[in-house]
């Protein structure tokens, strides 16, 4: 279970990286995408190469937006956010029903409701994330991007 002695664990930070490296990479952002403080910041790279936030139906993850709750300019690439694309990178993120103790080791997919984005622990559609942990008490969990889903769009 999460540990409840780490720093990160009390409050400090509520949603974000606990654990895992950072790799930064500086991106522009889609017109008016909405990020918020109370889920995830799970991006997605569109066909133009900027970022957009995550939806349900995403099929592939890109990394995590290092920003403050914001709703960026009605402009693609008007505004800018760092992006972590680290594949150890761990976030506590709330999860959209009852977490339990066997759901460690396990993927599944993002929800999406009123731009608040949570680990959809009942759904393995996309299985964009891997779960690493859960705070059953606290209906949140701590996960990973599944690695066989994070990507960008090519080159060519």
């Known amino acids: 279970m999460i540990n409840k002695q780490n720093p ?12 895992g490296s950072r790799v930064i990479v500086n991106m522009p952002v889609g017109a008016s995408e909405v990020f918020t ?3 995830a910041k799970f991006v997605i790279q569109d066909g133009s190469g900027y970022i957009d936030a995550a939806e ?15 709703t960026s300019q009605s402009t693609d690439g008007y505004d800018s956010v ?3 694309i680290a594949l150890d ?5 709330p999860a959209d029903a009852a977490v339990t103790a066997d759901m460690v080791g396990k993927t599944c997919d993002i929800s999406k409701s009123s731009n608040v984005i949570k680990a959809d622990v009942d759904a ?8 690493v942990d859960v705070d059953i008490t606290n209906q949140e969990v701590l996960v990973r991007l599944n690695p066989n889903k994070a990507a960008a ?3 060519a």
Do not use: H, M
């Not at 990160?8 to 990286?17: D, E, I, M, W």
């Open 153 to 155: 769009t090519g080159v």
């Open 89 to 93: 990178a761990i976030y506590r993120i």
């Open 37 to 39: 403080d109370t889920g």
């Open 8 to 19: 990160l664990s009390r409050g400090v930070v509520k949603y974000g990286q606990v654990a």
């Open 56 to 70: 349900a139906t995403s099929s592939e993850l890109f990394g995590w937006a290092e920003c403050g709750a914001f």
């Open 124 to 131: 393995s559609t996309y299985d964009v994330i891997q779960i």
């Open 82 to 84: 760092p992006v972590n």
